[in-house]
């Protein structure tokens, strides 16, 4: 276990809803990063944030906005909901700024289906 | 295209067979590069690093072509426990993010 935990585990929404999935980070890591993975494809970067500032971002439209808190756990928002948003989304915890992959440990993953 | 890309899959193997995986990446600046596993409806989990004087761990060996940029996972005397998605990633320097391949799926059979 990576001590990574992500809420909710499943989640089925309808077009134009808004969406909140949450991710608790390892203890002691500062820098949670999320991807979004759909069916047959790898994981994609949607943003990253340390130390509640966000720090990259991918090729992701403005409403996937994300926040995180002084106790470096981290929300991702999705606003307006399209089809095309049904995905596994992964978060990925890690101390300090991304040096190494085996510095980040993804958690469980929420799996978002939009109907 | 893709800044990574992967043999499409899916590869088939009996129990036993070697297996190879190629990955080739489209940044010549790309600085770090690993392969990762993961399992049906779980997430990925770091599998290796890949170096470019080649590295292995077990039945695995992973090696890397700067020149070509391509880098390539072999498992040897496949189990069944191998059966997963195998993902190609690279990290550039100074950028925070892991980029995947779309991973190729592999099943081995008894």
């Known amino acids: 276990e990576t001590g990574v935990t992500q809420s909710p585990t499943h989640l089925i929404k309808t077009r134009g809803q808004q969406v909140t999935l949450r991710c608790s980070s390892q203890s002691g890591h500062n820098t949670v990063s999320w991807y979004q993975q759909a069916l047959g494809q790898g994981p994609q970067f949607i943003f990253q944030y340390y130390r509640e500032e966000e720090n990259g971002r991918g090729n992701f439209p403005p409403r996937f906005s994300g926040l995180q808190f002084p106790n470096y756990s981290s929300e991702l928002n999705v606003n307006a909901l399209e089809l095309d948003d049904s995905a596994l989304y992964l978060c990925?915890?890690?101390?300090?700024?991304?040096?190494?992959?085996?510095?980040?440990?993804f958690g469980p993953g929420t799996r978002l289906t939009v109907l | 295209r893709k800044e990574v890309e992967q043999d499409p899959g899916p590869f088939n193997v009996p129990e036993g067979a070697t297996v190879a995986f190629n990955c080739t990446y489209s940044?010549?600046?790309?600085?770090?590069f690993f392969w990762y596993r993961q399992d049906c409806r779980k997430e990925p989990k770091l599998l290796m690093s890949v170096y470019s004087s080649g590295n292995e761990d077990g039945r695995f060996t992973a090696q890397l072509n700067r020149a070509s940029q391509y880098i390539s996972l072999l498992i040897r005397d496949s189990k069944l426990s191998d059966s997963a998605t195998y993902l190609c990633?690279?990290?550039?320097?100074?950028?925070?993010?892991?980029?995947f391949g779309q991973g190729t799926r592999l099943t081995i059979n008894p």
């Open positions: 940044n010549s600046a790309s600085q770090s």
């Open positions: 990633v690279v990290t550039h320097q100074g950028a925070q993010k892991l980029v």
């Open positions: 990925a915890s890690s101390s300090g700024l991304l040096r190494s992959a085996d510095t980040q440990y």
